[in-house]
């Protein structure tokens, strides 16, 4: 009589967030055709790892792999968090674990202490200092707030990674519902520059070369350089800038540039700099990056309308709203938020919660 | 009559009265307040302060936490008034009377919700409850409001006391009681007396000050009309705090079930198949969407295949017909009770009835008719087949309508046909209509004027409108831009122009002549994007386009024919997106990244100075008004009200995108910001404290503004049915639910008199798991409940049997299993079965029969922690005993069976009997499961090693729902047995393990060896030590050897002795004798006392016997009485 109904996805793309929502909606998800085509057929090493990972966290979680590795079942268990230690191969960074870990950990029956080592920032997924000064700080508008901390312990480049970061994350009953339709005016920005295990100065070249960029439009802008120094410095050389721009109303904008061997900090910060810019451009009161994030808190929230104001969905987005759609059964209302203005292409996006509450918080 | 003037009255002069007097008026006039005899002001200071106080903490009594009711305020669902009580309380006599009071009509049969319009704004169902304690406890789920009917000439009986305590532990809905059969007591005092009681105990139960009804006798088959006025006045300012569970929950009392499974299925399957069922009801709670799973109580998890928003069948008066301040009378008849007979029309499950009274001619149109009698006389009239008939009605409904002028009822026809007991020759035309004819929504034509056939207009265009175009709901929106500009697919200057920036742009690459006209195309491709972005229509290309997520962030429009040709030319004109050629690129290897790779090219633009200053605005630093030097379509984006900053003050306040002259502008914003300012200084003068809010006021603002915003947010999607989507079925909506999968017993064995409760779930409440909750079992609940015993809980919806372990925190360091619940302490309890949020109440029962005696609730509780693991554990002790001892080591056998089961228990704490401590060491390798162990002293080989160990226990993973509605008797529901139930229920014997039984214990008498030292050894030791050994004494002793010779006086003396002992032996037998027949006697007359008393308890149960005899007698005469009178009324 009660038959589980079981989200079906194929393809190895958008993996996290189908895995993500699985696990949040209850729904056992199989996933097939993972590069069924490919030389190398399968599920690559760092998606394993991240199935592992969620196994981890979740108490109960079964998940079966066919023999080609082509094909997934998982069985979502409870969110348990609690103290747990994952190393990250070093095909991909951090960031990419911590992104669905970070949708997760809210809503688990103890407060996360997440420990990952591996490389702390590349040029695919976000960087640990980017989800530290932007991600964390979009948890807030959920009333996500106390106890939330990203600690970098060490970095790590690529190839060698050797960097540990530690997420502390706490438990909420249920997210608040956003409405968050101001952008508001930049006020300020902030940046990180980081350079391990090669010159200092190669920071300071990057801060200059940001400020030439950036000076032009506001007088506060202050972009540190972070030093790590021996064992702390990871494996590998490697640096990096990330910009973020906040602005009156609390919106965030952000851009990160990594180096790649062969180019002088000067370029990766003249990247970063015009990256930030067009990445304010597009408007909206999320970063482009973030997304996905937002949406996800804001279709768990309560049962109200909860509304914001983006740029144009990014592909990512897009697939994550279908998926939304299969999971939790919310669709989004997205209209342009102004429609006077032919001009702007920023889009209202809002949906009605469905009143998701931690279950998983045990009362005694 | 005789004048004489009354006696006056004289006060007592003398005596404590007038002492009494004499000192209050003393009292009075010296005191705090004395000049001033205000009634309420204090008469002292202190009186003053702590009146003052006390003020204080009663307002703070007065607030509560506050909750979001999610009730819509313009059409609210009908209040669920539910009427429980014992049988021949009077249940139906009250349902019938509140139903005359409210629509002047008389039912004759009470079946199902009957929903009737009560005032301008209010609607009620009422509901029966039946006396089967699962349908009191699907009622108590969805009641808002319960008439709680008791007996007064009898008092309370156990199911009301089992009702309340449903009530209490699934959020406690308003209670009214209600006292019947008050006529049957004769005396006056006993009455009050009577009420008294009663009102005492009812208070105790609901709270002090619950409302208590006392309703007299019944004239003409009714209460008496002012006092059903009365209560129904009691209804309907009745306010409803909203329960936490249902706030979070959607939910619907079913008030009619359909079936819609083929016949032909029905019929192959020997009525056996899954059906497809349609239930019928308001939408209570929250909002309803589609994929979610419900729960029909008494039935199971079902999915829902669609739901679809009818017409309301008794709608709320509107505005144009309602001017008047009372009800019209007119509007006063609109009842809708499906089930019941309203107007000679039954809803049963498959079928339609009619009722008829006399025989069905045409002629005598004297008499009057019903509306079902009108239906069958309309329908002979009928010329054309239903197929006709169909099928103009799904060209436009009009004829149907006429058709259907003046029926009461929904007027589907394939509905009343396929009823099938009236034309048995229209059926078969019929009989495969409805399961495809059936997409458009019924219509429901109750003469209700504008406002039905408003919905029938809506609900029209939604089902005649093909899916795909009516989910876009801003259709009418693009048709307003394309008057303005082209659409984008069949413009051909959009396309050449983009045609020629493509040539421009590819040029670029090869040479450097991009930078050249760089911020020129830059606004161009600018504004080509934003326009285009507009223009789309982002809902439907995301949710109903089948363009994957990289097309359509390329821009490609679903619609467009020449897709291919379409794809350059928006790719060309997005700045920011990626190439085609990288993004497949990047799909191809495959991630899921979440930074875009950078376009470096695309970046290089940035170099411009114009660009660079065109998103100065974006700064707090750039001012608010446009650059001078900006084309329009800047300006455009710059006149943005958006961009609005409050800080700063400088901002735009003037949203409006015309331009306007620098000089106006300034003066409209300095206008504005000294209107504000203005504004903000005079509510600060008039009212300081007005401007600052406490805490409490804050939230409850925060939440008003909330459900504003609700409101508003989806208000102009015009589009039922993409509202719908967007935001699911509001409450108060009258829907139609389609089930699939439906097991056919509850259609087969359908009573409308069980209530069908359609419940929503949430997603953690689909999923199975172990549930932690703190149980308390009910103190009126004589037995004590049992692990691993089953047990029928009812959490959340939900009624289930399962087996729970119930258990004890055992200083914080393990949960201890408890084999019996403590007396009267919480404890513990974990079961396997589906998840409920914690926090939710629950209570539990170890029956549901209503043969089972005493109180059946038997226990409480609240849901603490759900997970898939236990961590339940009972205490393990492993013995064995030491075959060879050294100093403080010993070996130990008989504790495990192999060396490995050792190797897992090294270094475990062991302990023996006396309380000698160790530890396992290692396995030996001779006998099994040895090992070797050391101690804190040396053990004896009499003492017995243990080792304590903690087993977990799992609860057993049994989940049976309480599938009432499924049986043809559905009281008759009996769950898993306990097994010695069965072997009592089949007479068998418990198996009795020989060597579980007592024996007597044989204990061997210990036999202790001599100490035999050797002589050898004996010689060398000190004296100290030396064992002292004494010989046996061979020679006769002093006193053996001699011979006793006594003197006569010695003998003389002896003798007399001999004799007074004799004597007095003689004498105490004698008196033995004597106090053994007192004893007789006594004991035969407290026997014959016995006897007398015997026979007095054998008349009390005669009389009281004979007085329970007479009342279940009248009660039977009643119960006969009532089904004559119904017989008479037919």
């Known amino acids: 009589m009660a038959t589980v109904s079981v989200l079906r996805f194929s393809g190895h793309q958008y993996l996290r967030h189908r895995l993500v929502l699985s696990i949040l909606s209850g729904k056992p998800v199989r996933i097939d055709k993972i590069r069924p085509d490919d030389q190398n057929p399968g599920l690559r090493d760092y998606e394993v790892s991240l199935l592992r990972l969620l196994e981890r966290i979740t108490n109960g979680t079964v998940i079966e792999i066919n023999v080609t590795g082509t094909a997934i079942l998982l069985k979502p268990g409870i969110i348990t968090g609690g103290n747990v230690t994952h190393e990250c191969p070093l095909s991909r960074s951090i960031g990419y674990f911590l992104e669905p870990v970070v949708m997760l950990a809210p809503f688990s029956k103890k407060p996360l202490q997440l420990t990952l080592r591996g490389i702390t920032s590349n040029d695919q997924d976000l960087s640990a200092d980017l989800i530290r000064t932007v991600t964390l700080p979009h948890l807030q508008l959920f009333g996500i707030s106390e106890g939330l901390e990203l600690r970098i312990k060490k970095r790590g480049s690529p190839p060698l990674g050797g960097g540990e970061i530690q997420f502390l994350c706490p438990i909420i009953k249920q997210v608040k519902t956003l409405n968050f339709v101001e952008p508001g005016k930049i006020k300020r920005i902030r940046g990180i520059a980081h350079a391990v295990r090669v010159s200092p100065q190669f920071s300071n070249r990057m801060i200059e070369t940001s400020r030439s960029v950036l000076n032009r439009y506001i007088p506060d802008i202050y972009l540190y350089s972070d030093v790590y120094k021996g064992e702390d410095s990871g494996k590998s050389p490697g640096y990096a800038l990330s910009l973020l721009a906040e602005s009156t109303t609390g919106a965030v904008h952000c851009s990160e540039v990594v180096s790649r061997p062969g180019t002088a900090p000067e370029d990766i910060a003249l990247l970063a700099s015009r990256a930030l810019l067009s990445e304010i451009k597009k408007g909206g009161c999320v970063d482009r990056k973030h997304q996905t994030l937002i949406l996800l808190f804001m279709?768990?929230?309560?049962?109200?309308?909860?509304?914001?104001k983006m740029g144009e969905p990014t592909a990512r987005t897009i697939q994550f709203l279908r998926d939304v759609r299969d999971a939790f059964g919310t669709s989004f209302k997205i209209v342009p938020s102004d429609p006077s203005d032919p001009t702007s292409s920023e889009l209202l996006f809002s949906c009605y919660g469905t009143g998701y509450v931690n279950a998983n918080r045990s009362l005694a | 009559m005789d004048e004489r003037p009354h006696k006056a009255h004289r006060p007592a002069q003398s005596g404590s009265k007038a002492e009494k007097k004499k000192g209050k008026g003393k009292e009075k006039q010296h005191g705090f307040n004395e000049k001033a005899c205000l009634a309420f002001a204090p008469r002292s200071g202190r009186r003053a302060d702590r009146q003052g106080r006390r003020n204080v903490e009663r307002d703070q009594t007065r607030l509560h936490v506050p909750l979001v009711d999610r009730t819509p305020d313009d059409q609210p669902p009908p209040v669920v008034v539910a009427i429980v009580g014992p049988p021949g309380v009077g249940k139906t006599t009250l349902l019938k009377s509140l139903v005359r009071r409210y629509t002047k009509q008389t039912l004759n049969?009470?079946?199902?919700?009957?929903?009737?319009?009560?005032?301008?704004?209010?609607?009620?169902?009422?509901?029966?409850?039946?006396?089967?304690?699962?349908?009191?406890?699907?009622?108590?789920?969805?009641?808002?409001?319960?008439?709680?009917?008791?007996?007064?000439?009898?008092?309370?009986?156990?199911?009301?006391?089992?009702?309340?305590?449903?009530?209490?532990?699934?959020?406690?809905?308003?209670?009214?009681?209600?006292?019947?059969?008050?006529?049957?007591?004769?005396?006056?005092?006993?009455?009050?007396?009577?009420?008294?009681?009663?009102?005492?105990?009812?208070?105790?139960?609901?709270?002090?000050?619950?409302?208590?009804?006392?309703?007299?006798?019944?004239?003409?088959?009714?209460?008496?009309?002012?006092?059903?006025?009365?209560?129904?006045?009691?209804?309907?300012?009745?306010?409803?705090?909203?329960?936490?569970?249902?706030?979070?929950?959607?939910?619907?009392?079913?008030?009619?079930?359909?079936?819609?499974?083929?016949?032909?299925?029905?019929?192959?399957?020997?009525?056996?198949?899954?059906?497809?069922?349609?239930?019928?009801?308001?939408?209570?709670?929250?909002?309803?969407?589609?994929?979610?799973?419900?729960?029909?109580?008494?039935?199971?998890?079902?999915?829902?295949?669609?739901?679809?928003?009818?017409?309301?069948?008794?709608?709320?008066?509107?505005?144009?017909?309602e001017k008047r301040r009372k009800l019209s009378e007119k509007r006063k008849l609109l009842v809708h009770a499906p089930m019941s007979d309203v107007g000679g029309v039954v809803y049963d499950k498959d079928a339609v009835y009619i009722n008829v009274p006399g025989s069905f001619t045409r002629g005598n149109a004297d008499v009057p008719q019903g509306e079902g009698e009108r239906m069958v006389m309309d329908l002979q009239d009928v010329n054309e087949t239903l197929e006709d008939a169909v099928a103009a009605s799904e060209e436009g409904s009009e004829d149907e309508e006429e058709v259907l002028e003046g029926s009461d009822f929904d007027g589907d026809e394939d509905d009343f046909e396929s009823g099938s007991e009236i034309d048995e020759g229209v059926e078969d035309a019929g009989s495969k209509k409805p399961f495809e004819g059936r997409t458009a929504p019924r219509i429901v034509n109750r003469g209700a004027g504008g406002q039905s056939s408003k919905h029938e207009r809506q609900n029209k265009e939604v089902d005649y409108a093909d899916s795909d175009s009516d989910l876009g709901y801003n259709d009418g929106d693009e048709d307003a831009y394309?008057?303005?500009?082209?659409?984008?697919?069949?413009?051909?200057?959009?396309?050449?122009?983009?045609?020629?920036?493509?040539?421009?742009?590819?040029?670029?690459?090869?040479?450097?002549?991009?930078?050249?006209?760089?911020?020129?195309?830059?606004?161009?491709?600018?504004?080509?994007?934003?326009?285009?972005?507009?223009?789309?229509?982002?809902?439907?290309?995301?949710?109903?386009?089948?363009?994957?997520?990289?097309?359509?962030?390329?821009?490609?429009?679903?619609?467009?024919?020449?897709?291919?040709?379409?794809?350059?030319?928006?790719?060309?004109?997005?700045?920011?997106?990626?190439?085609?050629?990288?993004?497949?690129?990047?799909?191809?290897?495959?991630?899921?990244?979440?930074?875009?790779?950078?376009?470096?090219?695309?970046?290089?633009?940035?170099?411009?100075?114009?660009?660079?200053?065109?998103?100065?605005?974006?700064?707090?630093?750039?001012?608010?008004?446009?650059?001078?030097?900006?084309?329009?379509?800047?300006?455009?984006?710059?006149?943005?009200?958006?961009?609005?900053?409050?800080?700063?003050?400088?901002?735009?306040?003037d949203p409006s995108p015309q331009v306007q002259d620098p000089e106006a502008s300034r003066a409209a914003e300095l206008a504005a910001k000294k209107e504000a300012l203005k504004r903000k200084f005079d509510e600060q003068y008039d009212d300081p404290e007005s401007s600052k809010m406490d805490f409490y006021e804050e939230k409850k603002d925060e939440m008003a503004r909330q459900l504003q915003l609700n409101r508003a947010e989806f208000e102009d999607v015009l589009d039922p049915e993409a509202r719908a989507l967007v935001e699911g079925h509001r409450p108060g909506s009258y829907v139609r639910v389609e089930l699939a999968n439906v097991p056919c017993e509850m259609i087969e064995h359908f009573?409308?008199?069980?209530?069908?409760?359609?419940?929503?779930?949430?997603?953690?409440?689909?999923?199975?798991?172990?549930?932690?909750?703190?149980?308390?079992?009910?103190?009126?609940?004589?037995?004590?409940?049992?692990?691993?015993?089953?047990?029928?809980?009812?959490?959340?919806?939900?009624?289930?049997?399962?087996?729970?372990?119930?258990?004890?925190?055992?200083?914080?360091?393990?949960?201890?299993?408890?084999?019996?619940?403590?007396?009267?302490?919480?404890?513990?309890?974990?079961?396997?079965?589906?998840?409920?949020?914690?926090?939710?109440?629950?209570?539990?029962?170890?029956?549901?029969?209503?043969?089972?005696?005493?109180?059946?609730?038997?226990?409480?509780?609240?849901?603490?922690?759900?997970?898939?693991?236990?961590?339940?554990?009972?205490?393990?002790?492993?013995?064995?005993?030491?075959?060879?001892?050294?100093?403080?080591?010993?070996?130990v056998k008989d504790m495990f069976n192999s060396a490995l089961e050792v190797a897992k228990f090294e270094g475990a704490n062991i302990r023996t009997v006396s309380g000698i401590r160790g530890q396992v060491k290692k396995a030996l390798a001779k006998p099994d499961g040895a090992f070797r162990a050391t101690f804190e002293d040396k053990v004896l080989m009499s003492d017995i090693i243990f080792l304590r160990a903690w087993y977990s226990v799992q609860p057993r993973k049994f989940y049976n729902p309480v599938t009432s509605l499924l049986l043809s008797e559905k009281g008759s529901w009996s769950g898993m047995r306990l097994t010695g139930q069965i072997r009592r229920e089949e007479g068998l014997k418990t198996p009795l393990n020989?060597?579980?039984?007592?024996?007597?214990?044989?204990?061997?008498?210990?036999?202790?060896?001599?100490?035999?030292?050797?002589?050898?050894?004996?010689?060398?030791?000190?004296?100290?030590?030396?064992?002292?050994?004494?010989?046996?004494?061979?020679?006769?002793?002093?006193?053996?050897?001699?011979?006793?010779?006594?003197?006569?006086?010695?003998?003389?003396?002896?003798?007399?002795?001999?004799?007074?002992?004799?004597?007095?032996?003689?004498?105490?037998?004698?008196?033995?004798?004597?106090?053994?027949?007192?004893?007789?006697?006594?004991?035969?007359?407290?026997?014959?006392?016995?006897?007398?008393?015997?026979?007095?308890?054998?008349?009390?149960?005669?009389?009281?016997?004979?007085?329970?005899?007479?009342?279940?007698?009248?009660?039977?005469?009643?119960?006969?009485?009532?089904?004559?009178?119904?017989?008479?009324?037919?």
């Not at chain 2, 789309?536 to 024919?561: F, Q």
């Not at chain 2, 309890?829 to 409920?836: H, I, K, L, N």
């Not at chain 2, 004698?1070 to 015997?1094: D, L, S, T, Y």
């Open chain 1, 299 to 308: 279709v768990l929230g309560s049962e109200d309308v909860g509304r914001c």
């Open chain 2, 109 to 321: 049969q009470v079946q199902g919700p009957i929903t009737v319009v009560s005032g301008k704004k209010k609607r009620i169902t009422f509901i029966e409850c039946n006396n089967d304690l699962n349908s009191m406890i699907d009622i108590g789920k969805v009641a808002d409001l319960v008439l709680l009917m008791i007996d007064g000439s009898y008092g309370f009986e156990m199911e009301t006391f089992e009702f309340l305590n449903i009530l209490q532990s699934h959020g406690f809905p308003k209670v009214i009681g209600v006292l019947t059969h008050l006529d049957l007591i004769k005396k006056a005092a006993t009455l009050r007396a009577t009420k008294k009681a009663l009102k005492k105990r009812f208070w105790t139960e609901i709270y002090q000050g619950a409302k208590l009804f006392y309703l007299s006798g019944v004239l003409n088959g009714r209460y008496p009309d002012t006092e059903i006025l009365n209560l129904s006045r009691f209804i309907s300012v009745m306010k409803f705090r909203p329960l936490v569970f249902r706030n979070s929950h959607p939910y619907l009392l079913a008030d009619r079930i359909e079936d819609l499974t083929p016949r032909e299925e029905v019929r192959e399957s020997n009525g056996k198949c899954d059906r497809t069922v349609t239930v019928y009801g308001y939408l209570r709670g929250t909002n309803l969407r589609l994929g979610t799973k419900v729960h029909i109580p008494g039935v199971g998890d079902l999915e829902m295949k669609s739901i679809t928003k009818l017409g309301d069948p008794c709608p709320l008066p509107d505005a144009e017909s």
């Open chain 2, 482 to 653: 394309e008057g303005r500009r082209v659409r984008f697919d069949d413009d051909d200057e959009v396309d050449v122009d983009s045609g020629e920036d493509e040539e421009e742009l590819s040029d670029g690459e090869e040479a450097p002549r991009w930078k050249a006209d760089l911020s020129e195309k830059a606004l161009a491709s600018y504004k080509q994007n934003a326009r285009s972005s507009k223009r789309r229509d982002w809902i439907k290309l995301i949710y109903s386009s089948s363009l994957s997520p990289e097309e359509i962030v390329r821009g490609d429009n679903p619609d467009s024919s020449n897709s291919l040709a379409n794809e350059d030319n928006a790719d060309d004109d997005d700045f920011f997106t990626l190439r085609p050629k990288t993004a497949s690129v990047l799909n191809e290897d495959g991630d899921d990244t979440t930074k875009d790779a950078l376009n470096e090219e695309e970046l290089k633009q940035w170099e411009d100075e114009e660009l660079l200053d065109s998103i100065r605005h974006l700064f707090i630093t750039g001012s608010s008004s446009q650059p001078q030097g900006g084309d329009d379509g800047y300006e455009d984006l710059e006149a943005d009200g958006d961009f609005e900053d409050l800080e700063a003050g400088d901002g735009d306040q």
């Open chain 2, 751 to 891: 009573d409308p008199m069980y209530p069908i409760v359609l419940g929503g779930l949430l997603p953690a409440e689909e999923r199975f798991g172990y549930v932690q909750v703190r149980i308390k079992r009910h103190r009126w609940f004589v037995r004590t409940l049992k692990s691993n015993d089953p047990l029928i809980f009812s959490v959340g919806w939900r009624r289930f049997q399962t087996v729970p372990v119930y258990s004890l925190d055992d200083h914080s360091i393990r949960m201890r299993l408890l084999k019996y619940t403590p007396e009267h302490m919480h404890c513990y309890a974990t079961f396997y079965g589906p998840a409920s949020l914690p926090n939710t109440g629950f209570c539990a029962f170890n029956s549901l029969s209503g043969s089972s005696p005493g109180f059946r609730v038997s226990a409480t509780g609240v849901v603490l922690d759900i997970d898939r693991t236990t961590k339940i554990v009972k205490k393990l002790k492993l013995t064995g005993v030491p075959y060879k001892i050294f100093k403080n080591t010993a070996f």
């Open chain 2, 994 to 1130: 020989v060597n579980s039984t007592y024996k007597k214990v044989e204990r061997a008498p210990r036999r202790f060896n001599a100490l035999k030292v050797p002589k050898k050894l004996q010689a060398e030791l000190p004296y100290a030590s030396k064992p002292k050994i004494m010989k046996p004494q061979h020679r006769q002793t002093y006193l053996q050897k001699r011979a006793v010779v006594m003197e006569p006086e010695e003998k003389k003396a002896i003798a007399l002795l001999q004799q007074i002992r004799a004597l007095r032996k003689d004498q105490v037998a004698k008196r033995k004798e004597k106090q053994g027949e007192r004893k007789a006697a006594h004991r035969e007359k407290v026997a014959k006392e016995e006897a007398k008393k015997g026979e007095k308890d054998k008349e009390k149960r005669k009389e009281y016997m004979r007085a329970a005899g007479m009342k279940s007698k009248r009660e039977a005469e009643k119960e006969e009485g009532g089904s004559r009178k119904r017989r008479r009324n037919e």
